[in-house]
């Protein structure tokens, strides 16, 4: 008899531990494309000089441009010092645009493109430049990996610190329309946020044990997060207080893999993405998930989610591998 409760209670626990998985619902259609690139470099960046004409850029100094709204790119060289440069960030505005990267280069073009000079950095700059946003004819705003903030105005060739100290080394940062900026620790253990007209970082320890992975702004500039095992979490509604966070939410309960970044296409509708091709949907702004388990197959860990319109938007992974979004989806039953 007791052999038998054993046995009866190992499967009630099995019952209910299944119960729990919350396997996601698939989607019917994916509205994503993978792009066959002619590099097994990482892609890092991704901007756009028009509708049709973009530029993306990667490790091992790697750029490519594409006439076709990014269905096909070609690779192009910079005639640079033969070092072996991480471009981190691309960004255009019209035909004027930047590429920023690592060990420490910025280049600018005024042409689309067709020629590229490289500006002069200070020595004493704090860290490698991690991000360069066009802003406006002639100006920009360039961030570190320690969280230093500068801005020009005159294509370069002075800059204006914004920031009096820097945040210290970042895991990222992400900037907002209104150019705000979020910034998470390089241990995941604290982030801290910066408006426009602050003179220093605005520190904030992480609302829970679990180590913050990666945030950034929704659109109307509330900030989300993603933690370690796989959590979302969305403010309420003030960007600025950390006691402002919703409850934590696991999109798949029963997966462990890491969640990597986040962006809304619409206002309701969310991306996810993970590791090994991991990604996820809502069209409710958070409340339920749906799994795009076309892209499962994609043997890369997706970093990053870019959308420039609706109909435009595109995903970065490691090793070569990128999404570009067609259109096209359909929810499951």
């Known amino acids: 008899m007791g052999k038998f409760a054993k046995q009866l209670a190992m499967l009630v626990a099995v019952f209910f531990l299944c119960a729990a998985c919350q396997f996601l619902p698939?989607?019917?259609?994916?509205?994503?494309?993978?792009?066959?690139?002619?590099?097994?470099?990482?892609?890092?960046?991704?901007?756009?000089?028009?509708?049709?004409?973009?530029?993306?850029?990667?490790?091992?100094?790697?750029?490519?441009?594409?006439?076709?709204?990014?269905?096909?790119?070609?690779?192009?060289?910079?005639?640079?010092?033969?070092?072996?440069?991480?471009?981190?960030?691309?960004?255009?505005?019209?035909?004027?645009?930047?590429?920023?990267?690592?060990?420490?280069?910025?280049?600018?073009?005024?042409?689309?493109?067709?020629?590229?000079?490289?500006?002069?950095?200070?020595?004493?700059?704090?860290?490698?430049?991690?991000?360069?946003?066009a802003t406006g004819p002639q100006s920009a705003e360039l961030t570190t990996d320690v969280g230093a903030i500068y801005e020009t105005q005159d294509e370069g060739r002075h800059w204006k610190a914004l920031v009096q100290e820097a945040f210290g080394v970042a895991r990222n940062i992400k900037r907002a329309d209104d150019g705000s900026y979020v910034a998470v620790s390089s241990r995941g253990s604290f982030y801290s946020v910066w408006h426009p007209g602050m003179t220093a970082w605005e520190p904030h320890n992480r609302n829970s044990s679990r180590r913050i992975q990666s945030m950034g702004f929704d659109p109307q500039g509330h900030l989300w997060m993603l933690v370690r095992g796989g959590q979302v979490q969305f403010s309420s509604g003030n960007a600025d207080i950390e006691e402002s966070w919703l409850d934590p939410i696991n999109p798949q309960a029963s997966v462990s893999v890491g969640l990597l970044d986040l962006a809304y296409r619409t206002p309701s509708e969310v991306w996810v993405s993970g590791g090994s091709g991991n990604l996820l949907c809502s069209f409710d702004g958070g409340q339920t998930w749906q799994k795009d388990g076309s892209v499962a197959n994609v043997p890369s860990n997706l970093y990053k989610i870019l959308f420039f319109a609706p109909d435009q938007g595109f995903i970065t992974g490691q090793d070569g591998a990128l999404l570009r979004y067609v259109g096209g989806v359909a929810q499951s039953a």
Do not use: C
């Not at 005639?79 to 471009?87: C, E, K, N, P, S």
């Open 26 to 133: 698939e989607l019917k259609s994916s509205p994503w494309q993978t792009v066959q690139l002619p590099s097994e470099a990482t892609v890092l960046d991704v901007s756009f000089a028009s509708r049709s004409h973009g530029w993306l850029v990667g490790t091992h100094t790697t750029l490519m441009e594409t006439f076709d709204g990014g269905s096909n790119w070609e690779p192009r060289e910079l005639a640079l010092d033969g070092i072996d440069y991480r471009l981190t960030s691309v960004s255009f505005q019209g035909d004027e645009g930047w590429i920023a990267g690592e060990p420490s280069i910025l280049l600018h073009t005024l042409d689309g493109g067709q020629s590229w000079s490289r500006v002069s950095l200070s020595a004493k700059l704090p860290g490698s430049p991690l991000m360069i946003v």
